[in-house]
């Protein structure tokens, strides 16, 4: 909970610095941290819990990459970006849907 609340607020406070630094950083926090909780789910399984929610975050990231597979998108540099940034969502959402389904922590959350 601490490393997605840390990453969450660091993401807000680095939300306008201009450089791309800021976004590949917070970009690879969300990646690191989801590959972090599905090691940890490997290695101690617990029950996943799940959102509609979930349906069309991975819809939006599947719409992206079946176009730039297809080679049906306008600009190609610019719908790799989306993917990376609408997979970020996603990387970010399945755990904190995890880490927050106890009240009490999303509670300590939002009072944060």
Avoid at 17 to 44: E, H, M, N
Wanted: net charge positive.
């Amino acid at each position: 909970m601490k490393s997605l609340t840390a990453l969450l607020f660091a993401g807000i406070l680095t939300l306008w610095v201009p450089d791309r630094w800021a976004v590949s950083l917070f970009q690879a926090g969300a990646f690191a941290l989801a590959i972090t909780w599905a090691a940890r789910y490997i290695i101690r399984p617990i029950p996943i819990r799940g959102s509609a929610t979930l349906i069309p975050l991975a819809a939006t990231v599947l719409w992206g990459v079946a176009q730039l597979a297809l080679g049906k998108t306008v600009y190609r540099w610019e719908t790799w970006n989306e993917l990376l940034k609408w997979t970020t969502n996603l990387a970010l959402f399945f755990p904190a849907l995890q880490i927050f389904s106890d009240p009490a922590r999303r509670e300590r959350f939002l009072r944060a």
